[in-house]
């Protein structure tokens, strides 16, 4: 069944806006490297100040950029896999929400008036219309998925017996977890960072509000991530040339995700003061625990992998490696869904790292942050939505990819780039280089008191690294500019949009992963047990801090306008 016309209108601006707008967050990515290896040594670079650049690149890549690409790809999936017309309205009001709200946040970081970074933390105080494009933009979210569910209850009755979809399951937990973690920002955005901006509260409970941001900050990181899970367990097997090793496999570590992607914030906040140790402990064990679906993934997709290398003709214990279709124009996207697996190795081993109480004292708030999330949400995350994104879009519109050997050069090219900066990153901030921070005017600079040459070598490499990233991000939107122009391939005009889905090798029933409602009810509870005393207790002794800030200005100010 071919997509509603609409829908598919809908779809492909959810994936080309915010695609244009990545193009500022990959310039104000290199921008970052280059301030980090102080060849830029200004406050300032372009008119952009160094905070206004990082918020606008945090912004824009993890929040913008990943949303959008959930949205479009969801509505794909269910149309598709449950074979039934969806609601352009609920589809078309959720874009435009989501759209205004992009575009107010986006005009407050480009006039300077919201340099709050992706996390905005009070006392960091932002223009009001930022915080209410971040409201307008999560609401808009919302709407997909209830509007998903009648559909699905319909399939359901008459379908009875049937699995439901795998796609289908990927694309509902993602929501499901959204919607979960999103109540706990709306209240912060809505109830105190809102009123507080515009002058009409007295003051905000800072741990509070931090508290609340990472009990969604946490689980936003798996919002990004199941996307391209769902990437990962339908087309990744079939593109390998197999099929999918455990059926159960796939269901179980989405039920485990909604399960446990929200009790467990408070290991950002390991050094924050207020919260007991008890209540970290819980959660650290709470984050271990949320390992095991990742790692059980692993073991399914390199099982999977293998199946479909010994499919293609590969022998013994590593000859099917060999087989797998690592640069093979017609499917291009498998190296896009390969490389961020290898990439996410690296990019697990060190969130566990993070998680462990004690470790984490050594790497909190050091570079070693941003090379952990350059190898999650920017390894899998992100080149699960560029292959994503240029599979639906050219598909949608009929076209061919022009250059299917730039393509596919993208994904290899990205990886190389992150494994340096990433490298380079953690190497400084195992010696203490602070993120955040504008190295140019400080540690990278000889003419500064401050200057850290054994600093040099790391934040070189993240320039290095960081400039490769950026040359892969002009390949891709060379690829996907000529795609848009080309002509549409006439032999693909009368077949429908469908994309990838592998079939089972074990379909191995297990009741128990088949209905989410089990899982929702234990994970709302959990999230109860967490919380309730880590809340309780900022409530009731948390201090209310009165001014806001402006991270260019000592000075405190009592409204950004
Ligand atoms: Fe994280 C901080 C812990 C996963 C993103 N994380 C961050 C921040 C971001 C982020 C953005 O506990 C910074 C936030 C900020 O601005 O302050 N993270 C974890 C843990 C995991 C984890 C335990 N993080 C992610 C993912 C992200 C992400 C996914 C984005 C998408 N992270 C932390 C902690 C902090 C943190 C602390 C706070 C630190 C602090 O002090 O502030 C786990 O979910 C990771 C589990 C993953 C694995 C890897 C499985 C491997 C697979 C690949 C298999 C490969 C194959 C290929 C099959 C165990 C699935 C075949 C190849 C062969 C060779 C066989």
Redesign the pocket.
Known sequence: MELQKNLRVIILAELLVPLTLFIFGAYHGVLQAMYQAGVIRATKFAGIDYYQGLTAH?VIN?IVLTTFFAVALGYATVSQELKSPLSISGALISMVLMLGGSVMAAVMIFMGKASV???FYPPLMAHPLFYLGLAVFIVGSWIPLWTWIPVYLRWRKEHPGRKTPMGVVGMFTTFIVWQMCTLPVAFEVLVQLLPWSLGWTPGVNIMLSRTLFWFF??PL??F??LPTYMM?YTMLPKLAGGKLFSDFAGRFTFMAFILLSCP?GL??Q??DPGITTTSKGIQ?VL??F??IP??L???T??AS?ELGGRNRGGQGLFGWWKKLPYFEGERWLFPYL?CG??I??F??????V???YSM?NV???TSW??A??HL??G???FLGILGGSLFMITGLLKRPVVSTTMAMIVPYMWMIGTFIFSSGLFLNGLRGAP?RTNMGMTYLNPASPSYRPDWWLGANMGMIGGCIMGLACVLFFTVLIRSLLAAPDPALANVPFALPMSEPYHDENMPAVRNFTPWVTVAVLLCVAAYYVPIRDIVKNGEITKPGFTPDNPAAVQTVH
């Open positions: 945090g993890a970074l992706y996390t900050g946490h990181v798996y990004w991530l990962y467990l290991h950002h390991f050094a650290t984050t271990l949320v390992a990742s790692l993934t692993a073991f997709l390199a992998l390969f697996l290898i996410f190795l990019g697990g081993i060190t969130g566990i993070n998680a462990s984490n790497i909190h708030n942050l941003p952990h999330f999650t949400l390894g899998p995350v993120r």
